[in-house]
């Protein structure tokens, strides 16, 4: 039986709600889709190009999209605020005006909100991210699986599991290495599956990691 659903998707509904929240039209909806896609990666590099070069992480978890007729709003679940709260009033409002320039939306204002999420590193985005910082200053992706893994035992999460394919450590031959830590029912609808895909680009080639976090079955 083959494993290749996004576990997101297969729980919609029940106990996974969307990040985007909006109704449009058949023939509209491309346009729609396009649009939040255009927010979220300028959001991204916005706190990319901001973030101090220590920091090695965006800490940004998720980016939920509602829409009205006169407002879009939107809201950065982020677990390191400092990132982008440096100078908070000034800092939000130019990213708010630099979204609506990007979109160029006359009839519709854009407010953004930003909530902070209390472990960071229970979130698969974040830890893909530290994972990746890891892999590009070329520490075994063994040891950045394994230090990804404790800092999720922190974050009091109840399962997790960590894939990373490609060129691994340079060899010619790419391939998918893996790591299971607690439990991981991707079968079980109840079970509440956070799951992200990220890519990495190295001096070797191309990384991909996947991560699954179990967080818990009655949530």
Request: net charge positive; charged share 25%; hydrophobic share 40%.
């Amino acid at each position: 039986m083959g494993q290749k659903i996004n576990p997101l998707g297969f729980r919609l509904g029940t106990i996974q709600s969307h990040h985007s929240l909006w109704f449009a039209k058949p023939k509209n909806y491309c346009e729609g889709l396009q649009e939040d896609q255009k927010i979220r990666n300028f959001i991204k590099n916005y706190v990319q190009k901001n973030r101090r070069i220590s920091s090695g992480v965006e800490g940004i978890a998720r980016i939920e999209i509602q829409k009205r007729i006169d407002l879009i709003q939107v809201i950065i679940y982020i677990g390191f605020p400092k990132l982008l709260l440096e100078n908070r009033p000034r800092r939000i409002e130019e990213l708010q005006m630099n979204v609506q320039k990007e979109l160029n939306c006359v009839n519709r204002k854009i407010n953004i909100a930003i909530t902070k999420i209390a472990n960071p590193y229970g979130h698969p985005n974040i830890l893909a991210e530290f994972i990746a910082g890891q892999l590009k200053n070329r520490v075994s992706f063994r040891k950045a699986m394994k230090k990804a893994i404790e800092l999720t035992e922190q974050a009091d999460t109840q399962g997790i599991q960590v894939q990373i394919a490609g060129r691994l450590d340079g060899k010619e031959i790419a391939r998918a290495e893996w790591i299971r830590e607690g439990r991981v029912p991707l079968q079980t609808i109840g079970a509440k599956i956070d799951y992200c895909s990220y890519t990495v680009r190295t001096i070797y080639g191309v990384l991909g990691i996947k991560i699954w976090i179990f967080v818990d079955e009655k949530k």
